[in-house]
């Protein structure tokens, strides 16, 4: 079960790629995001301010703490797998990030760096499922 997951995770980011980044139109709809993110002040302000908050400070501290809220339950395997998911989803999507390449299919190409996968979204993604995965079934609702 847990293989047919995986494989259909990798099946997902796969196409999500040849989609998102290997089309003209996918990487019009990533140049308008970008766009509409830098004319609107407020909007620049706001996301600006959300990207600086999720950095590597923040993902020691929350990270740390998720492992503790497991070392804290007494779940010592709980602790190390909410660790390896963290540090390998993050180190994962790092590492696509420069294996993936982003032709240049629009012109002008706004974004000179590659933007798959979403580092940002990686941390905030791992640290949310991880935290899942050590509160007790109970409190995964809340």
């Known amino acids: 079960m847990l293989l047919a997951y995986g494989a259909a995770c990798v099946v997902g980011l796969a ?15 990533d ?7 830098s004319l609107n002040p407020r909007v620049q302000q706001a996301t600006s301010r959300l990207l ?8 020691a501290g929350l990270g740390g703490a998720i492992v503790l809220i497991a ?9 190390v797998s909410a660790a390896i ?31 798959f996968p979403s580092g940002h979204t990686t941390v905030a993604a791992s640290l949310a499922v991880a935290l899942l995965i050590v509160v007790p079934p109970r409190g995964r609702g809340l």
Do not use: F, M, N
């Open 31 to 37: 140049d308008d995001a970008l766009l509409g993110r």
């Open 71 to 79: 070392l804290a339950r007494a779940r010592v395997w709980l602790a």
């Open 15 to 29: 196409l999500c790629y040849l989609v998102a980044v290997r089309t003209g139109w996918g990487q019009h709809l």
């Open 52 to 59: 600086r908050s999720i950095d590597v400070t923040s993902l």
């Open 85 to 115: 998911l963290i540090l390998g989803a993050t180190v994962t999507s790092e590492v696509l990030k420069r294996i993936l390449a982003r032709p240049e299919l629009t012109h002008p190409d706004r974004l000179a760096t590659a933007s």
